[in-house]
């Protein structure tokens, strides 16, 4: 619908009355978009700072890609007036997220980074002064806090950092501003708010746009209404037919997510300006999307270095008659009289100057400071100088009461007058008794975690498909009554007084945006559990660019800690090719330690150091009791590391895959390593063998091990933290059986699972003085064969091979 030249509205879709009235209103009632000349006159202030700093840039660095907004410029004055707007309705804290197109303008005149800062990042001669391996100035983040001169009140400003990969950052976005809104109670979105900003044929494209829209309609995930703009450039400017769109309009992604469309021509910056104040009015107003389509052209190629004659020589004739907006604009208000000549060039040799002065002071900048570009500061968690409080872990044990009241909660029903389901009577009966035993299965071990660091003021939230009740059904951690509907009750916040909220919630069938929103959630504040946990381990696939993007390297490139944890549960129990594998291999491959250089033993706090260097943690672990260390392990360490852990699924209900409270008392911590402790290790110099596992396969290999009697030859310890490697603690254990020969098993296929990373941090451990063996399945294409009977008979193949003393003897 065309309500002016200038602006068109699509909103049919929409199917509330009270709304579409509302919008209306907006465009039908004569007269709404007039402004005052104070207003003009600043409008045309923003524009002279958009478009100068992209021809200052220019000027300086003629060679250098920036991503220039030419033909858009008008998208600084309309993200203004959105935040103008929104802080005008209370609004004191704005995250953002964007492509490359026009960030570092947007960093410079929207979010007000120092523009010398922005300047020295183009001197390629400067040394970084922080940790890491540094980004590209385009992706940087930001985090800045001002007043805004036209409402007066403080204002927040925070742009996500960001990967190349288009949209990525959309859901980061969402899980900062939700976490944001979460803890400082801003339940209906009020105070906090996000501005997500996307180029045309990325916001058509990529299917994580809509991942991201669509969970803004769940309780647990809405931030309660994001502003979109969109800098179209493809559809705007062209008088030639074979221009015609090559991917779909916006529209269409606006229409499947209900949310109205405003479209706008970008050479007229008061229709600009009104459909931004129209669009902040509405988020404000409904708590709900709204799109700005900000209809413009390129002026240069893709970046300064391209050159779009090559292409589309027609269109780019035109573009280049194209008088700039600012130019236009300019010249309307002269001859309208809000400002005269003189005035206007005036305000233009003012911000020329402003630029010339930050550049001259840049050239006195010694060193880049990466720090300067967090998109948000952890105060108080680090020292001034950004360094760990401490480099220690205390103790991870709880006191036996502490064990046993957890217990009886999670076992209980804890409020009057509620019916649960007689199959989960059952459940939490059983629950009961392992508390009476002083005994933990993992679901059990999974509560005390969560429930002692509730008690201590960290804040847990759990997301993922299902995770309410477990995939696995083996958790419940929501009790539905079974007569009163919807009526629910989590007993893990009736734990303690004053303890910390739990979160437990189910997500949209998403992982790509449900896994970007936990980790944006995760790096608002360290004093929080944030567990993201697939289905099955597989899926985490469809979010591999969070992972490959931003939670394996997101420490080296924007020197930004996360705590994220990722359980995946993995395998190998005949359920086929799909639901067997978590992928380990492709974890452990991204693990930055080096395999072949063994490091210093001896060190002070040689396991925290290790942990505080690596990019992420990856732990597979064998006992409930090491998975209850290993998560309070993640909040008491002092500086924040992605933890991935490979999670049971028939180790859930095994009847050996059970810890005593003892494991879990004052003074006990995870086990990075735990040692064989049986016949074995009580004569070691008989041992023939010394096999390293990790993970479920344990139980096969001692169940195997003791139906063919050589629990005396035969020792066999678990690896549980992966990576970083344990040198230290087996080099210990393979110094204590000096006639073993070495092998490592596994049950996943030979190019999977943990082999290629475990086999040479062996090897360097012991300084390559024996070989290490493998006992597993062979290479493979797929994960698992479909097939159970050859499943079993792989699985004997492999006990059959660690337990043949001279299945190696051929080859050495
Ligand atoms: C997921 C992903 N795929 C491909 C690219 C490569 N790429 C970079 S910019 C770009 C074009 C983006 O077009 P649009 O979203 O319209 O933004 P514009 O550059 O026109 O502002 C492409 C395909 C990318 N960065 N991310
Ligand atoms: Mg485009």
Redesign the pocket.
Known sequence: MAYCQHIGVEFMFINDLEQCQWIRQKFETPGVMQFTNEEKRTLLARLVRSTRFEEFLQRKWSSEKR?GLEGCEVLIPALKTIIDKSSENGVDYVIMGM???GRLNVLANVIRKELEQIFCQFDSKLEAADEGSGDVKYHLGMYHRRINRVTDRNITLSLVANP?????ADPVVMGKTKAEQFYCGDTEGKKVMSILL??????AG?GIVYETFHLSDLPSYTTHGTVHVV?N??IGFTTDPRMARSSPYPTDVARVVNAPIFHVNSDDPEAVMYVCKVAAEWRSTFHKDVVVDLVCY?RNG?NEMDEPMFTQPLMYKQIRKQKPVLQKYAELLVSQGVVNQPEYEEEISKYDKICEEAFARSKDEKILHIKHWLDSPWPGFFTLDGQPRSMTCPSTGLTEDILTHIGNVASSVPVEDFTIHGGLSRILKTRGELVKNRTVDWALAEYMAFGSLLKEGIHIRLSGQDVERGTFSHRHHVLHDQNVDKRTCIPMNHLWPNQAPYTVCNSSLSEYGVLGFELGFAMASPNALVLWEAQFGDFHNTAQCIIDQFICPGQAKWVRQNGIVLLLPHGMEGMGPEHSSARPERFLQMCNDDPDVLPDLKEANFDINQLYDCNWVVVNCSTPGNFFHVLRRQILLPFRKPLIIFTPKSLLRHPEARSNFDEMLPGTHFQRVIPEDGPAAQNPGNVKRLLFCTGKVYYDLTRERKARDMVEQVAITRIEQLSPFPFDLLLQEVQKYPNAELAWCQEEHKNQGYYDYVKPRLRTTISRAKPVWYAGRDPAAAPATGNKKTHLTELQRLLDTAFDLDAFKNFS
């Open positions: 991503f492509p490359h197109r190349s990969h288009l949209e990525a996307h180029g045309d044929a990325a916001f990529q800098v450039n493809q390129r893709h």
